[in-house]
Every structure is written in structure tokens, then in C-alpha cells.
């Protein structure tokens, strides 16, 4: 899935980790094969433990997982738009399940603000792909700085482009910064 199965909103920051944990507690207390190791998920974050459900289930099985596990720990919004999104087998990917507990964009939001050094071809690449509009992209642009030309881009592009926007600003950021994209997820 090019979309996020879900994302956590307006929550207080420790709450995505607590949501993270029980999922993780629910995943390892399943029964029915295959199993999942307590050392595959443990302390691991949600890229890692989607792409332990993609290899473990397979891309479908993983989906089914996925959501069988959000409705067990009281998910049931975020189960419920992740079932209405399309179900293409080859578009389902690892970022995707992992934005079903919260979108990596979000999480590391300050850390992107500060790191980021490539806006202005981000900024294009986002341009191209339609997520943001020719307005949001000048007045992006007409910041000072780089962190300024971010924090705009969170403010308002971003803000407004919804999961599957951040998918696609995730994805970009992947090609333009992968060892920026890299240090965060290992930290």
C-alpha cells in the first residue's frame, strides 16, 4: 500500500510507543503458527517489526495480521480505515504496516526539521508527485532556511496531505537522505 494503514493523532508523545508495545505484546501472545520470536519485536522499532510480519506472513498474511491485532488492542478506527484502503498485493509494503501504529514522519518530525539539507529538491520531488500545490511549494521556498523551509512544510503542506502524502514525502526522503533516514531509524 502506498497509503498508511493508520496513524495516531493528537496524542501525547509516549502514547505511540505504549501502542507499539501492546501491539507487540498481543503479536507474541497469538496463537496459531507461524509464530513470532519475543527477539524479532522486542525493543524493535516499527519498520523492524513490519517487516518481521511481512516475512513471517507474507505481504497478504501480514495484512490480515495486521488487523485481526489492531481490533484486539482497541484500534478499531485505525483497523477500520486500514480495511477500506485497496488490498494490491504488490503495493503492500513494510512502511506501510508500520505506519499502522504511528508515521515515521511524525515521530521524527524535529529531528527531520534540523537534518534535512535537501528541501529545495524535496520540495520538487513532493511538487512533481502532487502532494503539495504550486502555492505551498513558493511559500516553502520563500523561507530563510532550511530548518524555516521544513517547519513550513510540516505547518502546512504536510499537515494537510494526509497519510498517503507523508507516504510519499517518506519515500522521497528515503532517496534524497538515506543515511539521514537510516540514522533515524536505528536510533
Same mark, same amino acid.
Request: glycine share 6%; with cysteine.
Given at each position: 500500500?502506498?497509503?498508511?494503514?493508520?496513524?495516531?493523532?493528537? $496524542?501525547?508523545?509516549?502514547?505511540? #510507543? %505504549?501502542?507499539?508495545?501492546?501491539? !507487540?505484546? *498481543?503479536?507474541? &501472545?497469538?496463537?496459531?503458527?507461524?509464530?513470532?520470536?519475543? @527477539?524479532?519485536?522486542?525493543? %524493535?522499532? !516499527?519498520?523492524?517489526?513490519?517487516?518481521?510480519?511481512?516475512?513471517? /506472513?507474507?505481504?497478504?498474511?501480514? =495484512? +490480515?495480521?495486521?488487523? #485481526?491485532? =489492531?481490533?484486539?488492542?482497541? !484500534?478499531?478506527?485505525?483497523?477500520?480505515?486500514?480495511?477500506?484502503?485497496?488490498?494490491?498485493?504488490?503495493?503492500?509494503? *513494510?512502511?506501510?504496516?508500520?505506519? @499502522?501504529?504511528?508515521? /515515521?514522519?511524525? %515521530?521524527?518530525?524535529?529531528?527531520?526539521?534540523?537534518?534535512?539539507?535537501?528541501?529545495?529538491?524535496?520540495? &520538487?520531488?513532493?511538487?512533481? @508527485?502532487?502532494?503539495?500545490? +504550486?502555492?505551498?511549494?513558493?511559500? *516553502?521556498?520563500?523561507?530563510?532556511?532550511?530548518?524555516?523551509?521544513?517547519? #513550513?512544510? $510540516?505547518?502546512?503542506?504536510?499537515?494537510? !496531505?494526509?497519510? @498517503?502524502? %507523508?507516504?510519499? /514525502? $517518506?519515500?522521497?526522503?528515503?532517496? =534524497?537522505?538515506?543515511?539521514?533516514?537510516?540514522?533515524?531509524?536505528?536510533?
Amino acid at each position: 500500500l502506498a497509503l498508511s494503514f493508520t496513524r495516531i493523532q493528537g $496524542y501525547k508523545e509516549d502514547l505511540p #510507543e %505504549k501502542k507499539l508495545k501492546k501491539f !507487540c505484546m *498481543v503479536l507474541l &501472545d497469538r496463537r496459531g503458527e507461524p509464530r513470532v520470536k519475543t @527477539s524479532a519485536v522486542e525493543g %524493535k522499532d !516499527c519498520i523492524t517489526i513490519a517487516q518481521v510480519l511481512v516475512s513471517t /506472513f507474507t505481504e497478504l498474511g501480514a =495484512l +490480515q495480521i495486521t488487523l #485481526e491485532l =489492531l481490533r484486539e488492542i482497541d !484500534c478499531n478506527e485505525e483497523a477500520e480505515r486500514l480495511g477500506e484502503l485497496p488490498h494490491e498485493p504488490k503495493r503492500i509494503s *513494510v512502511i506501510s504496516i508500520s505506519q @499502522s501504529i504511528f508515521h /515515521f514522519v511524525d %515521530k521524527h518530525r524535529t529531528a527531520l526539521i534540523q537534518r534535512v539539507s535537501t528541501v529545495p529538491s524535496l520540495l &520538487d520531488e513532493l511538487l512533481d @508527485s502532487g502532494v503539495i500545490k +504550486q502555492e505551498g511549494y513558493n511559500t *516553502v521556498m520563500a523561507q530563510a532556511t532550511s530548518q524555516a523551509m521544513m517547519r #513550513e512544510l $510540516y505547518k502546512g503542506p504536510l499537515n494537510a !496531505c494526509g497519510p @498517503s502524502g %507523508k507516504d510519499i /514525502f $517518506y519515500e522521497i526522503l528515503v532517496e =534524497l537522505e538515506p543515511v539521514l533516514i537510516s540514522d533515524l531509524r536505528n536510533n
